[in-house]
């Protein structure tokens, strides 16, 4: 059974961190590009990061702050988030995706999701 389960999201103060974890299990790790989504209220889900064997993607809104890597010794993928700004508020999703051509699909695209964590931060 394939699962990818979040944690780390939480409250904090605008510019300030915090580091997001995707644990993953039931796929063969390195064949596939995971990456990072966010979804606000009242917003569609947007895409943020995403992570493949030798690169590394970045929204532009994310771009010098947020930065993404993996371990593929325990089959997980983080999201370290600084100089955090109040519209980064959202629940944070990952997913996965079998490697192809497009190194970093949208969202349209994974096939396999996360229930999500919730990041706030606060003015």
């Known amino acids: 059974e394939v699962q990818l389960v979040e944690s780390g999201g939480g409250l904090v103060q605008a510019g300030g961190s915090l580091r997001l974890s995707c644990a993953t299990s039931g796929f063969t790790f390195n064949d596939y590009t995971i990456g990072w989504f966010r979804q606000a209220p009242g917003n569609e889900r947007e895409g943020v990061s995403c992570?493949?064997?030798?690169?590394?993607y970045y929204d532009i809104s994310v771009t010098g702050r947020f930065t993404i890597s993996s371990d593929k010794t325990k089959s997980t993928v983080y999201l370290q988030m600084n100089q955090l700004k109040t519209e980064d508020t959202a629940v944070y999703y990952c997913?996965?995706?079998?490697?192809?051509?497009?190194?970093?699909?949208?969202?349209?695209?994974?096939?396999?999701w996360g229930k999500g964590t919730l990041v706030t931060v606060s003015t």
């Open positions: 992570i493949t064997d030798s690169d590394d």
């Open positions: 997913a996965a995706v079998q490697r192809s051509d497009d190194p970093c699909p949208i969202s349209q695209a994974m096939h396999y």
